[in-house]
């Protein structure tokens, strides 16, 4: 079992930046991959970013490249995002997610989930 706690959300502006951090329990943290995933009201959860198990390899959706950054610390059982550049359509609830092993896009794939944190960029 894995549980996962987000936190760093806020209200910002267009161009801002946050950071948001995921806690993770348990002491088999590095042995899964993780994942951002975010979901706007009447819309479908879109992956963000997803990082491998030592945080060598990183994938990201084509809405957030060269703007946003994900990054993980093994010792401190914690994932993050760091976002730049933000824009009002980045406003939606952030999930963490983890998946043994291997980044995978797909949000069903992933089988553990934070709660949320709201990230809200006005224009």
């Known amino acids: 079992q894995v549980q996962l706690v987000e936190s760093g959300g806020g209200l910002v502006q267009a161009g801002d930046s946050l950071r948001l951090a995921c806690a993770a329990s348990?002491?088999?943290?590095?042995?899964?991959?993780m994942g951002w995933f975010r979901q706007a009201p009447g819309k479908e959860r879109e992956f963000v970013a997803g990082?491998?198990?030592?945080?060598?390899?990183?994938r990201y959706g084509d809405s957030v490249k060269g703007r946003f950054t994900i990054s993980r610390d093994n010792a401190k059982n914690t994932v993050y995002l760091q976002m730049n550049s933000l824009k009002p359509e980045d406003t939606a609830v952030y999930y963490c997610?983890?998946?043994?092993?291997?980044?995978?896009?797909?949000?069903?794939?992933?089988?553990?989930w934070g709660q949320g944190t709201q990230v809200t960029v006005s224009s």
């Open positions: 990082i491998s198990l030592s945080g060598t390899n990183t």
């Open positions: 348990g002491r088999t943290f590095s042995t899964y991959a």
């Open positions: 997610a983890a998946k043994p092993f291997t980044i995978r896009t797909m949000s069903n794939e992933y089988n553990y």
